[in-house]
């Protein structure tokens, strides 16, 4: 059976800082960009960052370049979003993502993924 699934969320702080994984089970990551995206309430789902398959370009929405951090780590099968200095507004659902038709390169429009996750929750308050 296939699966993505997200871990790594929670509650902290303000400046604080998360990891959030996706894991494969099904599926090789390594052969597809992978997306992360998230969705706060009332609004809708955005693209915060992808990795591609080969060579790990990397790219991330505004809102987030240089606080976040994509990797993977094609042993363990995982994709990982280092997130720092978080923000109240990062507050969401993470979702991780699987684009079967990405070339060489990643985007972050989600509706070029196909396999999804169910998310974890992300929220950043005092």
């Known amino acids: 059976q296939v699966q993505l699934v997200e871990s790594g969320g929670g509650l902290v702080q303000p400046g604080g800082s998360l990891r959030l994984s996706c894991a494969a089970s099904g599926l090789r990551l390594n052969y597809y960009a992978i997306g992360w995206f998230r969705q706060a309430p009332g609004k809708e789902r955005e693209g915060v960052s992808c990795i591609s398959s080969e060579v790990g370009h990397t790219a991330y929405s505004d809102s987030v370049k240089g606080r976040f951090h994509i990797s993977r780590d094609n042993v363990a099968n995982t994709v990982t979003l280092q997130m720092n200095n978080l923000k109240p507004e990062d507050t969401a659902v993470y979702y991780c993502?699987?684009?079967?038709?990405?070339?060489?390169?990643?985007?972050?429009?989600?509706?070029?993924?196909?396999?999804w996750g169910q998310g974890t929750r992300v929220t950043v308050s005092s």
């Open positions: 993502a699987t684009d079967s038709g990405a070339g060489h390169g990643c985007t972050t429009d989600k509706l070029e993924y196909d396999f």
